[in-house]
């Protein structure tokens, strides 16, 4: 078995998958042979991406051959019903690969977290396995990491192939979740993105386990430097990211960084009581000195009415936090691991 630390590229992809033409031959150069004594660990998190896999990974090897850096790839297959760990598995006969099965599907933020813990590399790539994240950018971003950058974190230069409600979405989720005058979450950028040691590290010790991953990359902090991109379409099959899921993934953010939903409730209490007790006072004093009728039953019902669907809604927010700290206090772990292949820069360990 060849090592990925050898300057000898494998001869073959592993039997019945493709092999990528290789790009054109990186001269050597300074920033190379400085990048050549460090490693880097590329995270798939892949669900149901075989099609694209195949794809995938022979491009990503020659690419990552050329930095002239150690490497490994690490593909976490996210419990996925096609034959994603079968194609990662095969290409685990060569150096260099890593595969890990969970158990079942645990949604793509554990998937990230149980790459970041197995990747030993100097610095680690994330990256999605449906060819929408363009491996190429790699140099650009390897280059930064080199500069003196600790993230470097690719953003969507324009949002107009996605639909007007994504959009409008979007931009109202990052507008809440900035709220904060803490730290911002970048908009529009994603999980593809470069980070040093010291930025996984520090993930890693983060304890939660409702991970909202934007937030804390952006909560840990570091050196970070914005790479514009421009995604290109998938190479095959559809996103499972549906807007039942997405709007989910918005909830998870704004209730793990953000307590405005908590503090709306009381202002939203005080201003509704301000006006009614006022009202009851002027109704009190109003009988008593003019003797007028108290009327107005269907103002009643549907005041009532009113502040029940208040309630209802403070009681469903309040419902929200307490979920989480439901989540937390249980103290399960974030995912199972069914199976791991490959052995990626371990095998360079005596």
């Not at 020659?62 to 297959?77: C, G, K, N, S």
């Not at 690969?97 to 970041?116: D, M, P, Q, V, Y």
């Amino acid at each position: 078995m060849i090592s990925s630390t050898h300057t000898t590229r494998h001869s073959r992809a592993p039997a019945g998958l493709p092999r990528a033409e290789a790009p054109a031959p990186h001269t050597a150069t300074p920033l190379a042979s400085e990048a050549g004594a460090r490693s880097i660990s590329c995270v798939i998190p892949c669900f149901n991406e075989a099609a694209n896999l195949r794809h995938l990974l022979p491009l990503l090897e020659d690419i990552l051959w050329a930095t002239h850096m150690r490497w490994e790839i690490i593909v976490v297959d996210d419990g996925s019903t096609d034959d994603t760990a079968a194609v990662a598995e095969a290409w685990c006969e060569l150096s260099g690969f890593r595969c890990i099965s969970l158990s079942r599907n645990f949604g793509k933020e554990a998937a990230l977290t149980a790459g970041l813990a197995a990747a030993t590399g100097d610095a680690v790539v994330l990256l999605d396995g449906d060819l929408q994240h363009s491996p190429e950018l790699i140099h650009t971003m390897v280059a930064q990491w080199v500069a003196g950058a600790e993230v470097v974190y690719a953003v969507r230069e324009k949002r107009s192939d996605e639909s007007r409600f994504k959009q409008i979405g979007s931009k109202l989720f990052y507008s809440l979740v900035n709220s904060s005058d803490r730290f911002a979450v970048p908009r529009d950028a994603g999980d593809f993105r470069l980070m040093d040691r010291k930025v996984v590290d520090a993930l890693m010790n983060l304890p939660e386990r409702s991970r909202f991953m934007k937030g804390l990359y952006a909560w840990v902090g570091f050196r970070a430097v914005a790479l514009p991109y421009t995604p290109a379409p998938r190479a095959a099959g559809n996103s499972s990211f549906n807007a039942r899921r997405l709007v989910r993934l918005a909830i998870d953010g704004l209730t793990a960084f953000t307590t405005w939903p908590l503090r709306i409730v009381s202002v939203a209490g005080l201003l509704l009581a301000l006006p009614a007790f006022a009202y009851g006072t002027f109704v009190a004093i109003d009988y008593l000195m003019f003797g007028n009728a108290v009327s107005g039953w269907t103002t009643i019902v549907v005041s009532l009415m009113f502040f029940i669907g208040i309630q209802m809604i403070s009681t469903g927010i309040v419902g929200e936090y307490i979920a989480r700290i439901y989540e937390e206090v249980k103290g399960r772990p974030l995912y199972v691991v069914r199976r791991e292949s490959g052995t990626g820069l371990a095998a360079e360990k005596p």
